[in-house]
């Protein structure tokens, strides 16, 4: 699947797909529309790696269609509401595990036009993460050290909690300004900015697209 | 006073990262804790301390069975100062900061600031008290980070490579601080890299490799004795390769000692 | 075009800080975010919404444009759905973005009302943000799934009124010690500064060396102390540079303003001017002479923004256009130079410290500076990570002829490599010669001497006492060979 359709074309795919789970109005269709759509996560392998996160969407969209029963709809409208859920979350599940975030990036600037700064921050973001989380381990360890105990009630892990994330916050903004000075160095914000992912759309990515436009217009034919 | 008996530990049960050891720590002792990386020597201290549980064999404080303490109930007895000082900071002045620990355990207003005044006193920091910490320079802030420890009451101290990145001067300020606290009848426990330290400041050294401990004894039998220093991820020191190039001018624990001894060996050597 | 008689004369001005810090600010404190996200303590599901609490803080530090701010919540709602699986997506994409704006939005109000002090407004954008962001949500879930109003009135509102809450207390909580830290280290915002222009000058460098550094004096900030005086250096094509001195005497300071950080990042005032390549650092711009001059901090770990090392390398090629073809051929060859070939596809995080730094060093190296300036490189190294590096950069200079200006304090494990050393005292040049000269210099003169190689100071007490050969001792070996080379006829004699 990461091979075989850009990115961008799996945005479109994700987009179509959240489209019609709205569009339809009828159990049935639905019921087809996610087995359509588990088909493409079994294909695609994500139900071999991600099987934890399937199941969870399943488990949640059941949620929803009870509280959608139980708050006075009817076994129909359930229905409806937890297979839409289901269809619009194991797609974009799909876009999410089936693309690089390289490529993700590159697609979101050049196809979806989405300033390079800001998908730039989203990459920088996510790699801190795991940073931050050894991190804020070790300065739970050194305040463990220091006599801090970090159990009791809500209120006391609260505010025990604050004191991991403040010395965070203090080095992370210490961070801040050597990081704006290294982006400068390194010729970020250039107009001109290339990108080692190819993500130009290939004839299998132009077919798909003008599929999902007819199927598109189809399912507003048939149901309108 | 500190007890380790019989342990061994690993981060995941397929390896065991070392297993059988034993020593103890006493009061007044300058201990090194040297070896590979990788070998454990900072896993070692974080048993100490409580940060890690060891796999099987007892820890104890005078007699007391502390094994199964929290890190933060241990803290009472144990300092510890990590690599990175500023990693723990985050209060506004340098004494709340310090008074972070006593107020943890519970002390009254009045004994944490006396505390408090008193730690900063035996680091010499009393008139950064006011200050913010994240403008000190290098040394201050380590010297922040071990008054934190002090202010712990405990009786040991132990500190992940103090002296790295720090320059030749701060590094200096730091021993004799060590020093001075050693005297007063704290144990400093020391994770170093560095053998001119082992060699001129320590009086016993703990050397962690083959998944075990490999030396317990004094710098100048490890550095002289052993064969194996290399293989153990260490290297004699340039003055005590210099003084057993001299057979008759025995063991020299630093450069200033060897070249005091050169000088009036060769001073004798002219007569 | 006017022609400057005294260099050490003209003064040049800029503001303190670059124009990235709203970007990095709202990365960290997004990334802060997410994780305190994951691991929050929580009563019945409830916990306050870190995400947003986050972002408000980095918009209030900052105070970004509002297509800036558009910008944060959308990079807040992409986070929010790689990390959290967030339960429905399409909510969030629409709710941060919207959310941010009116945050923005209070906050630049802020300059009318007078009497809504920080902490006040980090209250109400914490509590108003997290409503309009929460109702965005919850209203679009409800029209599309059709939920009954029961349901939207009485179970999704409340709790969106208790999350709103829960910010409006965690909000300034995180904000004000951030702000404090900003106000210490006088970071703030939006300070009005006179800048000056260079641009009718005509200047020419005195020396036609690499970089010529001539009669500079500089002033951080409002700082009324200079952190360097009357400094003046070349450094010459081919050189091996270390600048030493005591902590604070400006060593780093003269770094920075070999690569324009000082004055173009760290504003403030600077008098004299240093040139590289001929070109005054005040007639171009810090991305520009970057692609002469390559510099990695101390702190080199905040210079690493990508995933992968592969990526790393790619950046600032990136940032600059490069053909993608010439990007992937100069990744392998960067590599290959700082030894870390066969690790393209690592995350970052999983790299060891020496090897992010050796990363940090290839990043610099893909765009092809001439001149390399590391600034206190082995501060964070142990013995055997320091002489490696001094083993890579060494090799850097020797064989692949890039010119290498290096602070340090450690002496002894960069002496076989250097060949010039200058040392710095209270921001002067006090001074400039060959290593072993500079080290002489120091031991004479009784400065900085705790910074001396412990064998250099055995060799020059024994030399002084007459029992020391001609060569002054780099290393053990050195030292035992002559010694053992004396001490045989002594016992003769």
């Known amino acids: 699947m990461n091979a075989t359709f850009m990115p961008f074309t799996k945005i479109l795919l994700t987009f179509a797909v959240a489209f019609w789970a709205i569009l339809f109005d009828d159990p049935l269709y639905l019921l087809g529309l996610a087995a359509f759509v588990f088909v493409l996560l079994l294909t695609a392998g994500i139900v071999k790696v991600q099987g934890k996160a399937v199941g969870m969407l399943v488990v949640f969209a059941i949620i929803l269609g009870l509280v959608q029963y139980v708050g006075g709809g009817s076994l129909d409208s359930a229905y409806v509401t937890a297979l839409r859920m289901l269809c619009m979350t194991w797609i974009f599940l799909l876009l999410l595990v089936s693309t690089s975030l390289q490529d993700l990036t590159a697609a979101l600037v050049t196809q979806c036009k989405i300033p390079y700064a800001y998908a730039f921050m989203f990459t920088a973001a996510l790699r801190f993460v795991p940073d931050f989380v050894a991190e804020s381990k070790a300065v739970q360890e050194a305040q463990a050290c220091r006599g801090a105990d970090h159990s009791g009630s809500f209120l006391k892990r609260m505010k025990s909690y604050l004191y991991v994330i403040q010395p965070l916050l203090l080095k992370s903004l210490g961070r801040s300004e050597m990081m704006a000075l290294a982006l400068e160095l390194r010729g970020f ?7 080692v992912s190819n993500v130009t759309m290939r004839a299998q990515d132009y077919v798909v697209t003008i599929l999902l436009a007819v199927i598109t217009i189809g399912f507003v034919y048939l149901v309108f | 006073m500190l007890r380790v008996s019989d342990v061994a530990f690993g981060y995941v049960p397929e390896q065991t990262l070392f297993k059988d050891v034993s020593f103890t720590i006493e009061s007044g002792e300058f201990l090194a804790v040297g070896g590979r990386n990788g070998c454990g020597k900072t896993t070692i201290t974080r048993l100490l301390v409580g940060l890690e549980t060891p796999r099987t064999g007892r820890i104890f404080y005078n007699d007391t069975d502390i094994t199964g303490w929290t890190p933060a109930k241990r803290s009472q007895y144990i300092g510890y100062v990590f690599q990175q000082p500023d990693r723990q900071m985050f209060r506004p002045t340098v ?90 009848g704290l144990a400093i426990v020391l994770i170093t890299h560095d053998m001119e330290i082992i060699a001129s400041q320590c009086s016993r050294v703990l050397v962690m490799g083959n998944q075990t401990k490999a030396f317990d004894g004094s710098p100048e039998e490890l550095f002289t004795k052993r064969d194996d220093l290399e293989a153990l991820g260490l290297e004699r020191p340039a003055c005590v390769s210099l003084s057993m190039a001299v057979p008759s001018l025995g063991y020299c624990a630093s450069m200033e000692e060897f070249t005091k001894r050169m000088i009036t060996y060769k001073q004798q050597g002219g007569r | 075009m006017e022609r400057v008689a005294d260099i050490s004369k003209l003064v040049y001005r800029h503001k303190q800080g670059g124009q990235f810090r709203w970007v990095t600010v709202s990365v960290l404190l997004l990334a802060i975010g997410a994780i305190l996200h994951l691991v929050s303590p929580s009563v019945a599901g409830v916990t306050p919404n870190w995400v947003i609490a ?42 941060e973005p919207i959310a941010a704006l009116f945050c923005a939005l209070l906050v630049h109000g802020q300059a009318r009302f007078a009497f809504v002090g920080e902490k006040t407004l980090a209250i109400i954008s914490g509590f108003f943000t997290t409503v309009l962001s929460g109702a965005i949500f919850v209203t679009l879930l409800f029209f599309i799934m059709h939920l009954p109003l029961t349901v939207y009135l009485f179970g999704m509102w409340p709790l969106v009124l208790v999350v709103a809450l829960c910010n409006a207390v965690v909000t300034p909580l995180i904000y004000m010690p951030a702000h404090h830290f900003f106000e210490k280290q006088g970071f703030v915002a939006d300070r009005k500064e006179e800048e000056t222009s260079h641009a009718n000058y005509d200047l020419k460098p005195a020396s036609q060396a690499l970089i010529s550094v001539e009669h500079v004096t500089y002033y951080y900030g409002s700082s009324k102390s200079s952190a360097i005086k009357d400094v003046s250096l070349v450094v010459n094509k081919g050189d091996f540079l270390v600048i030493t001195g005591p902590a604070g005497c400006g060593k780093s300071t003269i770094c920075q303003a070999m690569v324009g950080a000082v004055p173009q990042f760290y504003g403030g005032q600077m008098q004299g001017m240093v040139f590289v390549e001929g070109q005054a650092v005040t007639q171009t711009t810090i991305p520009k002479l970057a692609m002469h001059v390559g510099f990695v901090p ?130 002067e040049i006090v001074k400039d010669a060959s290593m072993l000269d500079t080290l002489t210099y120091m031991y004479e003169e009784r400065l900085y001497t705790d910074a001396l190689p412990s064998l250099f100071v055995g060799y020059m007490q024994l030399k002084a006492a007459g029992y020391a050969g001609q060569a002054p001792w780099i290393c053990v070996a050195d030292a035992l060979e002559d010694i053992r080379g004396e001490v045989p006829t002594y016992v003769k004699g």
Do not use: W
Request: proline share 4%; charged share 25%; hydrophobic share 40%.
């Open chain 2, 95 to 184: 004494a709340q900061e310090v008074a972070f620990g006593p107020e943890q355990q519970g002390y009254s207003r009045a004994e944490v600031k006396e505390i408090t005044a008193q730690a900063l006193e035996r680091v010499r920091l009393s008139d950064k008290a006011d200050a913010y910490p994240p403008l000190l320079h290098r040394g201050e802030k380590q010297r922040v980070a071990i008054a934190s420890a002090l202010a712990m009451q405990s009786e040991i101290l132990i500190l992940d490579e103090p002296t790295s990145g720090q320059d030749g001067t701060e590094t200096k300020e730091l021993l004799g601080l060590l020093q001075s606290l050693r005297k007063d």
């Open chain 1, 189 to 195: 914000g250039n107009e001109d900015h290339s990108f």
């Open chain 3, 298 to 427: 101390a702190d080199y770990d905040s210079t690493l923004v990508t995933m992968t090392v592969e990526e790393e390398i790619a950046f600032a090629m990136e940032n600059r256009g490069y053909d993608p073809a010439r990007i992937t051929s100069r990744i392998d060859q960067v590599l290959t130079q700082v030894g870390l070939k066969g690790l393209e596809k690592r995350t970052i995080t999983g790299l060891s410290g020496g090897q992010r730094q050796r990363l940090a060093i290839g990043a610099v190296l893909a765009t092809n500076p001439e001149i390399l300036v590391l600034d206190e490189p082995t501060s964070s190294l142990d013995p055997a990570g320091t002489s490696e590096l001094y083993e890579l950069v060494g090799r850097l200079n020797k064989e692949e002829g890039i010119t290498l200006v290096v602070v340090d304090h450690n002496l002894q494990a960069v002496l076989p490599y250097a060949n010039r050393a200058i040392l710095v005292m209270d921001g």
């Open chain 3, 54 to 95: 986050t972002y408000c803080v980095a918009i209030q530090l900052t105070r970004p444009t509002y297509k800036q701010a558009v910008g944060i919540g959308l990079v807040a709602a992409l986070i929010t759905l790689m990390t959290s699986k967030s339960a429905f997506p399409y909510g969030n994409l629409a709710s």
